[in-house]
């Protein structure tokens, strides 16, 4: 089953055009079939499954407590039940297959070969691949930024119940000054960009793009009531040995 719904998320990611304003990425709907995504729904994790990204190691001392995660090597542990950790284990596992990176790295084709000087980016079989769930909590939010130097592309895949609460999505912005740029990691004030769209957190729904230097977005304040993003996200990043 796990090897189907694999092939299911490359055929629609196949089929989905590239918007290249304000920087390439591209949205797919329905991207998991219709009764794998209410599997997601059901095992999806308690508040207690996750941990804090802060106390991962991963980000600063001063980072939001608000956001949660889940890892691969958490979910082999003792913070799911039986049926939940064997669900995310077969999931994480038939997402991080070499296909579907493949797939996405082909949809950003250009950009990657510009960057990183490949001639077939979506063949280069040495990148590290990570999977995991995230859940934002109320009061949370993330400034304009562009991700870090080792990012090559970034897959959120929306895990909403309903689309009550649409403005919770990812935002994309521009710089107010044209000229500006980031390598990555700062997260800057949203008072000096231009929110361009929010892409709808809608059930369901995959958002990509690539890592550029223009590559500006954030989430509005988790505000509200019903405010909680769960996300699953899937990062293609760089081997140090190619590292730019």
Not at 3 to 10: E, K, P, W, Y
Not at 142 to 158: A, W
Request: net charge negative.
């Amino acid at each position: 089953m796990f090897s189907a719904v694999r092939r299911h998320v490359i055929y629609q990611i196949s089929h989905t055009v590239v918007r290249n304003y304000p920087f390439p990425h591209f949205v797919v709907e329905d991207v998991f079939p219709a009764d794998f995504y209410a599997r997601i729904q059901a095992f999806l994790p308690d508040d207690d499954g996750y941990v804090p990204l802060v106390d991962t190691g991963r980000v600063g001392g001063g980072y939001s407590r608000q956001r949660l995660a889940l890892f691969e090597s958490q979910a082999r542990s003792n913070r799911l039940s039986g049926d939940q950790q064997e669900f995310w284990i077969e999931t994480f596992a038939a997402l991080h297959h070499i296909d579907l990176g493949a797939w996405v790295m082909a949809k950003f084709y250009d950009v990657i070969s510009a960057r990183l000087g490949l001639e077939n980016p979506a063949a280069h079989t040495d990148l590290k691949s990570e999977i995991f769930l995230m859940r934002d909590l109320e009061n949370y939010l993330l400034g304009p930024h562009t991700d870090s130097p080792s990012k090559v592309v970034s897959v959120l895949f929306y895990l909403p119940r309903n689309a009550n609460r649409i403005d919770l999505g990812t935002s994309l912005y521009a710089p107010k000054d044209p000229a500006f740029r980031c390598e990555g990691g700062p997260h800057h004030n949203h008072d000096k960009f231009d929110r361009i769209t929010t892409i709808p957190y809608k059930p369901n729904t995959m958002v990509a793009f690539p890592k550029t230097d223009d590559c500006f977005h954030g989430v509005e304040p988790v505000e509200g009531e019903r405010a909680r993003r769960d996300l699953m996200l899937f990062d293609l990043k760089l081997p140090d040995q190619v590292r730019h």
